[in-house]
């Protein structure tokens, strides 16, 4: 979804071979699932939502974050497509339909003026671990109107690497872009494609990515299927495979790139993103829009999203082996008298080598461990001043860290970093989190 030029030239590309689309299907049209189904055998679900919440009501925030306006912060503006869309949380925009359903609705003022909905999955941390597999999932319903009527809509389901989030995706398209559905104009259609290296041209030919072009999807906008990805580390070369209804139709293999752009794109953690965009440099290749021909309040409506691993690192890692974190005042980051009860606390203490002080970045580094459990925010806290704690390993976002290329730990539930209490250089300060503002109570270095 980043990037004007790449769609239009991906637009383009896809035109000149209308004629020999390679048909999706007439699948049979999926209905909506009344639960989310079970992952595939041997994979373990790791995140799911079937927005079972009541009629007319926002998401769970501890599980989704609402984009707001026309842009990350200190991002690109029309977030980085040319879109004319101001996205809110209204529910207006964005809401549960109360039969298992999500509903993102994009709707015209009388001005002319559109608003629409994009939400985030709170977790940056979906990724394949070492020698394993990664699924993203949805089940979906594309807007259903075509013609002149559908010109400027643009549908997504989506995912950006974890390093997007709070940093306005200024790192894209190296961070990596997976784009397992997409449609626009109301095409009934299918674009797959990977982000990756650097814009323009580069490995992966930016601003138009490795793609599917464009492929036909019957009954996509009249029914649910769904779409999937799945990033697999466990064969030579790894690959990334896009999924219709359970029918693999494309694949992107590493070996297509260089090893360093491969792994800056796909090595690490994603965060999931639906959205409705209207208008922007992808449906304007296709005919543009909108116009005041364009039909407002046809939504995308989602049954559900699901994530899964397989094989590889999924287990954490056993207590010891780890690595000291010092902040910048030279005391370590430090699990209070080795104890292993949840709720512990979290505190600066001299640098002395023990279990304590042993820290593993897992979950393709976005997960901090010590002794077999996680740095966790206090109760999920998101105010400044709340306190960081041990506590089981429990894939919430307050367990999240993202490094920065500041030297800070990011949590992106709280929008807020780790920090060392009024850069305190007294033994045993508990932590916390704080406004993130670059200093060194906020550095943290970890040690080889």
């Known amino acids: ?71 990350y912060p200190g991002g690109a503006a029309g977030w980085g497509t040319g879109e004319i869309e101001t996205m809110t949380n209204s529910t207006a925009n964005v809401y549960q339909g109360g039969s298992g359903h999500l509903v993102i609705k994009p709707i015209r003022d009388g001005a002319g003026r559109w608003t629409s909905g994009r939400v985030e999955t709170q977790r940056t941390d979906f990724a394949a671990p070492a020698g394993g597999k990664l699924r993203l999932e949805a089940s979906l319903q594309q807007p259903n109107v075509s013609g002149a009527a559908a010109a400027g809509y643009w549908p997504a389901f989506w995912s950006l690497g974890a390093a997007a989030r709070g940093t306005g995706a200024s790192g894209w398209p190296g961070i990596g872009e997976i ?58 070369p790894e690959q990334i495979r896009w999924y219709l209804d359970g029918n693999n139709f494309f694949t992107v293999t590493a070996n297509q790139v260089d090893a360093t752009t491969w792994n ?54 056993p207590a010891g082996g780890g690595k000291s974190i010092t902040n910048g005042n030279g005391l370590c980051l430090d699990n ?6 949840n709720g512990n606390r979290i505190q600066i203490w001299d640098c002395n080598g023990s279990i304590a002080q042993q820290w593993t970045f897992v979950q393709a580094g976005t997960t901090l461990h010590v002794q077999g459990k996680c740095l966790d925010i206090t109760g999920g806290g998101t105010a400044n001043g709340t306190k960081v704690q041990l506590y089981d390993c429990n894939n919430t ?18 929008n807020r970093c780790l920090d060392n209490p009024a850069g305190s250089t007294t033994r045993g300060t508990q932590v916390q989190i704080w406004d993130c503002n670059g200093s060194g109570a906020q550095r943290w270095t970890l040690h080889a």
Do not use: K
Request: glycine letters at 16%; hydrophobic letters at 35%.
């Open 179 to 236: 784009d397992i559905m997409e449609d626009i104009n109301g095409l009934s259609s299918e674009f797959a494609t990977l982000h990756c290296g650097v814009s323009p041209g580069g490995p992966c030919n930016e601003t138009t990515g490795l793609g599917s072009g464009q492929r036909a999807c019957g009954g996509c906008q009249t029914g649910f299927h769904t779409y999937a990805m799945e990033l697999d580390r466990s064969v030579s």
């Open 397 to 414: 976002g307050a367990q999240v860290w993202i490094p920065q290329s500041n030297g800070s730990y990011y949590n992106p539930a709280s």
């Open 1 to 71: 979804m980043l990037g004007i030029s790449r769609r239009r030239r991906r637009a383009l590309r896809a035109l000149a071979g209308v004629a020999a689309l390679a048909v999706i299907g007439t699948l049979g049209t999926t209905s909506a699932q009344a639960a989310v189904p079970p992952p595939p055998s041997g994979w373990t679900q790791v995140f799911a939502d079937d927005f079972t919440g009541a009629a007319n009501t926002g998401l769970n925030t501890s599980s989704w974050l609402y984009d707001i306006g026309t842009g």
């Open 264 to 317: 800056n794109a796909t090595h690490h953690g994603f965060f999931m993103i639906l959205n409705v965009a209207i208008g922007g440099g992808f449906p304007a290749a296709f005919g543009g829009g909108p116009t005041a021909a364009t039909q407002s309040g046809v939504p995308m409506v989602v049954d559900y999203v699901s994530a899964a691993t397989s094989g590889g690192g999924t287990t954490p890692p």
């Open 336 to 341: 209070n008298a080795a104890s292993t009860a």
